[in-house]
């Protein structure tokens, strides 16, 4: 099994608390205040989740390094996936794929982008995800043209998809190190 990130909602830095569906006092799931811009969205299992601090700040431009329809490295499973003007993020139809937040303070861009491959989606029912109440949240594997890949390929394709669109867009040559290599400091 992958490491996946455990089941939160996160609230960004323009999150308001109108947009959730519950008493923050009993939330369904960890509630976690956090730098990224944004509103409040749902991070877990099946998503593949990056963070990253850079001096580029530029949302359209981030939204370009998300696999969408047209891309020579993404198998047809974003087919149809595209922009949506005066809204950040990745969709298909009315159904958001990718989420991003973005956050400048001190020349620094704080961002985090959320790309639904295999993620359940009914916790985004106790949301307003990213604060937009006229639609809706999908996923790389209710695509019609994913049918044909299980959930760990699927996700292998995403991720290895949104770390080469990534480094081309934003023209960075990247260094992996497995998780179990990182040595984290205790708090």
Request: charge should be negative.
């Amino acid at each position: 099994m992958k490491d996946e990130h455990e089941p939160v909602y996160t609230l960004g830095t323009a999150s308001s608390e109108n947009n959730l569906n519950f008493d923050v006092k009993d939330s369904p799931l960890p509630l976690y205040q956090t730098e990224r811009g944004g509103e409040v969205t749902y991070h877990g299992p099946g998503q593949d989740n990056k963070s990253c601090c850079t001096v580029a700040s530029d949302v359209p431009t981030t939204e370009s390094a998300i696999p969408k329809d047209g891309s020579s490295l993404v198998l047809e499973v974003t087919r149809g996936a595209s922009r949506v003007e005066g809204l950040t993020g990745v969709w298909v139809g009315d159904k958001k794929l990718a989420a991003i937040g973005i956050r400048v303070a001190r020349w620094l861009t704080y961002h985090g982008l959320a790309l639904n491959v295999t993620t359940d989606l009914s916790p985004f029912n106790r949301i307003v995800p990213c604060g937009i109440r006229d639609r809706g949240v999908g996923s790389i594997k209710l695509n019609e043209h994913s049918s044909t890949y299980d959930d760990d390929k699927l996700i292998d394709i995403a991720h290895e998809s949104l770390l080469n669109e990534f480094c081309e867009v934003f023209e960075v040559d990247l260094f992996q190190q497995p998780v179990s290599k990182i040595k984290f400091q205790e708090k």
